[in-house]
């Protein structure tokens, strides 16, 4: 019975790494998902791997799909010292407006 309860111990262990351990920004199961079927997963995954060890190693030539949209992604400008930052939303009058009608109605 504890042999029985030590593999399923580790079936459910290797589920969560497969499900909630992202590798290169996605986990197991979205890559999974992604393919079209078992060989389409497969060549992928070899391919990722291709290229990780590529990067590891410095040979890589081309810089990937992250680095070239974190490279054309501007930040966004800091605040100046004492100045609130903008908010995020932008809404008109008549958009708080409608809200107080909705809040109203409901506080009756």
């Given at each position: 019975m504890l042999?029985?309860?030590?593999w399923g111990v580790a079936a459910a262990a290797?589920?969560?790494v497969v499900a909630f351990v992202p590798v290169g920004g996605r986990?197991?199961?979205d890559r999974w998902r992604a393919a079209s079927?078992?060989?389409d997963f497969v060549t992928r995954t070899a391919?990722?791997?291709?290229?990780?060890?590529?990067?590891l190693a410095g040979r890589s030539q081309a810089p990937s799909r992250e680095a070239q949209a974190r490279s054309t992604?501007?930040?966004?400008?800091a605040a100046r010292p004492g100045q609130p930052t903008?908010?995020?939303e932008h809404?008109?009058?008549a958009d708080r407006k409608a809200l107080d009608a909705i809040v109203a109605e409901h506080a009756r």
């Open positions: 042999k029985l309860l030590k290797l589920w969560a986990t197991v199961l079927g078992p060989g391919a990722e791997i291709e290229r990780g060890v590529r990067r992604v501007r930040p966004a400008p903008p908010p995020a809404h008109t009058d």
